[in-house]
């Protein structure tokens, strides 16, 4: 997949948090009135708290014996994000555990735009079962043919439904600490995920994806559902929390990857994934930009290349 590509479907996942979505009112008008407030100069900046969590298991029964491998992952992180420049930091934990195994892994990243059109990202992580000291890692992304504030007025004015997302508006308003919020929420299912692809190739100029490879990836999805909602202040009209989860997806399709992929261990055998709980939440402030300053440390860690390269590569042959 074109670097590029991969640049915009990230955009246009941090655009759906910077650009948002009135009882009167239709979906359509709220979401556009939460664009128009989001572009606002006074919105400079947003802070956010984020929560995530993975419940998983995969069963596995040959017929004689059954047994369970349970996947569990929780975290917390703490962003500010600039819109102009670009910019990002973010710090948090993650708490995971696999086979009985536990371990918690501190995380920071900075993200900051350069003058030559490039991105430079600086990951740091430092993971408690081995005790060693944490250590910095740079990576960049040229996105110097991308125009990226033309994204954003893209995104801004569009029709979300060109994106995969049907948005529905609550009856009802929800209270959210303490204010007054409409509730905006849509499903993403494997069509929805065709139509984000090809959209995001349409803006960055890329070629389309092959038949093969888009069928592939389609049944991958089959049966994937990302449900999103947001809850919009009624005074700002501006997102205050967002809550995404996928627990309503079928795995089957997955667990048969799954199976592929243990060859001969699961021969004979029955594999299925067990979707407990994967959901995310993000709680949203906003004012000005915050100062992001890439600590020293970090602007002396290696450079580990083009980290759209890397994907590029890792999922080689996509496109042609």
């Known amino acids: ?187 993403m299912d494997s069509s929805s995920f065709e139509k984000l692809l090809d959209k995001a190739m349409e803006i960055s100029g890329q070629d389309t994806i092959s038949d093969e490879n888009s069928e592939m990836i389609m049944s991958m999805l089959e049966g994937i559902k990302v449900k999103f909602e947001y809850y919009v202040d009624t005074a700002s009209y501006l997102p205050v929390k967002f809550h995404m989860d996928l627990n309503d997806s079928d795995l089957s399709a997955l667990s048969q990857y799954v199976a592929m992929a243990m060859g001969e261990m699961a021969e004979g055998s029955s594999v299925e994934f067990i979707l407990n709980d994967l959901s995310a939440d993000a709680a949203m402030t906003y004012g000005d930009a915050k100062e992001i300053v890439v600590p020293e440390e970090a602007l002396a860690a290696p450079d580990a290349g083009d980290v759209f390269g890397e994907v590029e590569n890792t999922l080689g042959g996509i496109t042609g």
Do not use: R
């Open 1 to 187: 997949m074109k670097k590029k590509v991969l640049f915009c479907l990230a955009a246009l996942g941090t655009a759906s948090m910077l650009f948002g979505f009135d009882s009167a009112e239709t979906a359509e008008s709220v979401l556009e009135k939460m664009q128009a407030a989001a572009n606002e100069s006074s919105v400079a900046g947003v802070e956010m708290n984020m929560d995530m969590n993975v419940d998983v298991s995969l069963d596995i029964d040959d017929g004689t014996t059954s047994s369970s491998i349970d996947i569990g992952a929780s975290g917390n992180f703490d962003a500010d994000v600039n819109k102009d420049p670009a910019a990002m930091s973010m710090e948090g934990k993650m708490d995971m555990s696999l086979l009985g195994q536990n371990q918690s892994v501190t995380m920071k990243m900075y993200s900051v735009s350069s003058e030559d059109g490039k991105v430079d990202t600086y990951l740091y992580s430092e993971n408690s079962v081995t005790g060693e000291e944490g250590t910095w890692q740079h990576q960049s992304a040229d996105v110097s043919g991308l125009d990226i504030n033309e994204l954003l007025e893209k995104t801004s004015g569009a029709d979300f439904s060109e994106y995969g997302l049907d948005f529905e508006l609550a009856s009802e308003p929800v209270t959210v600490d303490g204010s007054e919020c409409y509730l905006l929420s849509a499903v």
